[in-house]
């Protein structure tokens, strides 16, 4: 689905990403860790498709295409899906409206029809239930003094109503208390499934006890320093990101 | 003077007109329907003979030329332009000349036919906005118009051109034209006095509730009204009605300079709801063409416990200068001014209101949406004043920008005057930029760039719009994103 070789990224000619390889096929989830500043929200930013990323070498495929000919707005179509770190407030922007518009911007660049407002409703009402969310959100400026909570279940009930192919969720355990982090992993595990895969983007081991994945890479200082299966999570929690990077070191030498 | 008012009172008006001396020397055709540039007295004559309308509308014409001719352009609105030539216009050509108009839609600018299709206006009807000459005139509206006369007249409500009111309700028009905008009032309402060719008249009866939305837009003899269009509304104790003025689709117009003026007039427990979608032709993409728009508009809460409301949603013209007013007079009175104001490219648009408390216990709110993209500038000016003897007067003001792009320009005017201690104003101002942000959040759930710049746009807007019309208010949140088209990215 995804296949990431030999990616390097710079922000204002700073080498942030220095040789990413990532394959993520269907059906599986990959979490990736990795201290502060080591270019993980770097990684979904590019995926994503964000301005004043520079690739200078290597290849992202998403589904069999270029993911980097394509514009922000088409990777959503294509099936891509962020889930922000800090989602951005649009005042006015009613949350309804902009779903809307979300769904069937999506469901008319694959060739569907516009989704009724009847059905758009009573789908949203389901959505917003299985995340635990305040009905009254629904009605409120998108993400407009939301808490932090309520953000990012709002992220998860984006994610739901657009149904994508690929998830990647940045940093979306960060602030959250125990419920809303619950209710957030309730909304990923709800869709997952053969065709579908994430990519989770987290410091904490905590998310992967809600949401556990295949496979976990570790990150740090712009590559990939190690890769495992969920076990390397628990050996993460334990010993921290340090014996990892000196293990790193040693190798250099 | 007096010998040409009496010749008036014996003789055809026309012939008199001809008999005279032609001081600048111009001749013209009374068969031709349409004068040579330039303006006088004898313009101002001709134009009243024309209509033929009653001497003390031609004494009050002539008042307002005079008048003019003591007065200089105004120059405190923060717009730029070329000095207008006023001699260089023709002030009396009806029907407007056919010979100048596209023959046919392939002479139109494809731009404004794109917008049209955008609109899902009907080709016939993308004829007539555009100006192609030759077009049938027979509308679907026509009919409409007929049944719609009928509905009225059962229920008392006289809604007629100007100049049919002239003719029909003489002594309606004398008792209240220019009692809320006299022709001293500044340059644009003398000029509009003096030569304005038609415009729309209606008088609700006390106690009437108009039995449907008035609008210009099926009242087919409205067209070709031209470039000093005059509306008188008149609203009787007790009485209510919602009028429409404007089209969603932008018009292609010969006329360069529009000077329009509205008067609203409401009586004792009256209300009068006023909404505009402006959209003239704006010019090009450079700039370069476009309507000058400079429009007096003002509403006179005159009985106690009266309501006048204006909405406005201005995207067109190249210049606007405009500031739809309320004299809150009545105790207890209530003026309200709710406006959108988008500028793109090169326009420009000064514009506001005026609210002028003079009753106790009135009531004002104004809420102002200014939007700028491209080169454009837009400035609201708004003027709030309590007079000493309006106790308790209160007005809130709500003064939002948002900008779109880094070449264009936003500027807040506000002005108080409190004469009065118990008067309590409050005035909120914000300036709002779209983010690449939130452009780019947008983009990541799928939603292109100017479907986002219009979802921002019309929510920012989203208090005006809610104050129109339900069909009118879908209609304007489609031209607002249209008007706004490649604005990013």
């Not at chain 2, 307002?64 to 001719?69: C, E, N, P, S, V």
């Not at chain 2, 002030?91 to 108009?101: L, Q």
């Not at chain 2, 099926?218 to 005059?230: K, S």
């Not at chain 2, 939002?400 to 807040?412: I, P």
């Amino acid at each position: 689905m995804l296949t990431i070789k030999d990616l390097h990224v710079s922000v204002d000619n700073k080498a942030i990403l220095k040789g990413i390889n990532l394959t993520i096929k269907a059906g599986e989830v990959h979490a990736i860790m990795g201290p502060n500043g080591s270019g993980k929200s770097t990684l979904s930013k590019v995926l994503a498709g964000r301005d004043g990323y520079t690739i200078t070498r290597g290849t992202i495929e998403f589904m069999g295409q270029d993911l980097t000919e394509l514009e922000p707005c088409d990777r959503a179509h294509a099936g891509l899906f962020l889930a922000f770190q800090y989602p951005v407030e649009i005042p006015g922007v009613s949350n309804v409206q902009f779903l809307k518009a979300a769904v069937n911007a999506v469901r008319k660049a694959k060739g569907e029809e516009e989704i009724s407002s009847v059905d758009f409703l009573k789908l949203v009402r389901e959505k917003m239930a299985l995340v635990d969310m305040d009905q009254d959100l629904i009605y409120r400026s998108l993400n407009d003094g939301f808490s932090g909570g309520e953000k990012k279940r709002n992220e998860t009930l984006q994610m739901l109503m657009l149904e994508p192919t690929l998830a990647i969720l940045d940093e979306t355990d960060s602030g959250l208390d125990i419920d809303a982090l619950q209710s957030v992993a309730k909304g990923v595990n709800s869709l997952r499934s053969q065709d579908r895969s994430f990519l989770m983007i987290t410091h904490y081991q905590r998310l992967l006890n809600h949401i556990e994945p295949d496979f976990i890479h570790v990150l740090a200082r712009g590559e990939i320093i190690k890769s495992g299966d969920k076990s390397l999570a628990q050996e993460l929690e334990a010993k921290g990101y340090g014996w990892l990077l000196q293990e790193q070191a040693d190798e250099c030498e | 003077m007096t010998k040409r008012s009496e010749k008036v009172e014996t003789a055809d008006p026309i012939e008199e007109f001809l008999a005279q001396d032609y001081e600048h020397g111009f001749v013209t055709d009374i068969e031709t329907d349409a004068l040579p540039p330039g303006l006088s007295e004898e313009v101002v004559r001709f134009i009243s003979a024309k209509k033929n309308e009653p001497e003390f509308l031609l004494e009050w014409r002539l008042k307002a030329y005079r008048h003019w001719l003591t007065l200089e352009e105004p120059k405190w609105a923060h717009v730029n332009y070329p000095k207008i030539d006023f001699n260089a216009i023709s002030y009396y050509s009806a029907p407007k000349s056919k010979t100048d108009g596209p023959k046919s839609l392939d002479e139109v600018d494809p731009e404004l036919l794109k917008t049209y299709e955008k609109l899902g206006i009907p080709l016939r009807e993308q004829k007539r906005l555009a100006g192609v000459v030759a077009v049938d005139v027979v509308f679907d509206s026509v009919s409409i118009a007929t049944t719609f006369r009928e509905t009225l007249k059962e229920a008392g409500v006289i809604f007629c051109s100007f100049a049919e009111a002239v003719q029909d309700y003489p002594e309606l028009v004398e008792a209240h034209l220019g009692s809320v905008v006299s022709y001293r009032d500044n340059f644009y309402a003398a000029l509009n006095a003096a030569v304005f060719s038609d415009g729309s008249f209606c008088y609700i009866p006390e106690g009437v509730r108009c039995p449907m939305e008035l609008s210009t837009y099926f009242r087919i003899n409205a067209a070709n009204t031209g470039q000093f269009e005059r509306t008188l509304i008149i609203a009787e104790p007790g009485s209510y009605v919602s009028y429409l003025e404007g089209c969603t689709a932008p018009m292609r117009d010969e006329n360069q300079l529009h000077a329009a003026v509205v008067e609203l007039i409401a009586k004792e427990k009256a209300e009068i709801k006023y909404s505009t979608v402006q959209n003239w032709y704006p010019g090009d993409k450079d700039g370069k063409g476009g309507i000058y728009n400079f429009v007096t508009k003002r509403g006179d809460c005159r009985g106690d416990h009266s309501k006048i409301s204006w909405t406005q949603i201005e995207t067109g013209s190249a210049v606007t200068w405009k500031y739809p007013s309320v004299i809150l007079r009545g105790d207890h009175s209530v003026g309200e001014f709710y406006s959108v104001a988008l500028t793109n490219n090169y326009q420009q648009a000064d514009t506001g209101t005026k609210m002028i408390h003079m009753g106790k216990h009135t009531k004002s709110t104004i809420i102002s949406k200014g939007i700028s993209a491209g080169h454009s500038q837009n400035a609201y000016r708004g003027l709030v004043r309590v007079a000493a003897k309006a106790d308790n007067a209160r007005n809130f003001t709500q003064c939002d920008s948002l900008l779109v792009g880094s070449k264009c320009g936003a500027h807040t005017f506000p002005y108080l005057e409190a004469r009065n201690k118990t008067a309590k104003l409050e005035h909120e101002a914000t300036t709002s930029k779209i983010g690449e942000d939130q452009l780019f959040y947008l983009a990541q759930r799928g939603i292109s760039a100017d479907d986002a710049v219009s979802l921002i746009v019309n929510g920012f807007c989203k208090e005006v719009l809610n104050e129109l019309p339900m069909e009118f208010a879908v209609e304007a949140q489609k031209l607002l994103g249209i008007n706004l088209e490649g604005s990013v990215g």
